[in-house]
């Protein structure tokens, strides 16, 4: 069973506007960690936001927050103010505690590929 | 600010070739990743090393792939011989242990197997 699961192939959306990419997952462990990771043309991967399964407020790192809906399983992004250069593709990821039988590996989405126009 | 390093930045080989990969993470990060990401989709872990330990290497296929990090500081990933579906992008990443959730990815390398 996917771990991790993004619907969106592709988002559009104008610059200045909002936009939300989707995130579920999957687990029976009550502890974890989300994550949301950026990679622009040039390949890297580049850490966004994380939010920890106990945590009570949803996380939020300047223009990014993190829809956090635990009983719905769902971890959206909300990038606020979008600019051009947020095209790129999102990836989001989950990880499970180290003493787990996935030993804390990082499990990724497919991505979502977000363009942003002028 | 600090870099996880890879090289090289492109690779084009031909099938039965051997090839490999380098990577130098943030200095002090105990925790290294080589991932393996596939056209389309998100990367997936192939190997995982606590200083020159391997701790996870339960996705790497062992019949061609190895993986090294001798003294605890920077990394080799090899493939021989390579096969036209190990064509991707190969990541190396690191973490440190006061931080150990967040992941920092170098560049990566771009495989192409001909």
């Known amino acids: 069973a996917q771990k991790i699961t993004q619907t969106q192939p592709g988002m559009f959306v104008q610059e200045k506007e909002a936009v939300t990419l989707d995130c579920t997952y999957d687990t029976s462990d009550p502890s974890y960690g989300l994550f949301w990771y950026k990679q622009p043309s040039s390949g890297e991967m580049i850490f966004l936001i994380y939010q920890g399964s106990y945590d009570q407020q949803n996380a939020t790192e300047g223009r990014y927050s993190l829809n956090f809906q635990k009983a719905r399983k769902s971890a959206n992004l909300v990038i606020s103010a979008s600019q051009l250069g947020d095209s790129a593709m999102y990836f989001c990821a989950m990880r499970e505690p180290r003493g787990g039988s996935t030993l804390g590996r990082l499990y990724f989405g497919r991505g979502t590929q977000l363009t942003v126009w002028p | 600010e600090a870099e996880v390093a890879q090289s090289p930045r492109y690779k084009i080989t031909e099938k039965s070739q051997a090839v490999a990969f380098w990577c130098d993470p943030i200095?002090?990060?105990?925790?290294l990743y080589w991932y393996r990401q596939i056209l389309g989709q998100g990367p997936e872990l192939l190997v995982q090393f606590q200083d020159e330990s391997v701790v996870d290497d339960s996705q790497l296929p062992k019949d061609r792939f190895s993986a090294e990090r001798l003294k605890g500081v920077d990394s080799t990933l090899k493939i021989q011989p390579a096969e036209l579906g190990d064509s991707a992008m190969y990541l190396c990443?690191?973490?440190?242990?006061?931080?150990?959730?967040?992941?920092?990815f170098g560049s990566g390398t771009q495989l192409s197997v001909l």
């Open positions: 200095s002090g990060h105990a925790t």
């Open positions: 990443a690191s973490s440190s242990s006061r931080d150990s959730f967040r992941l920092f």
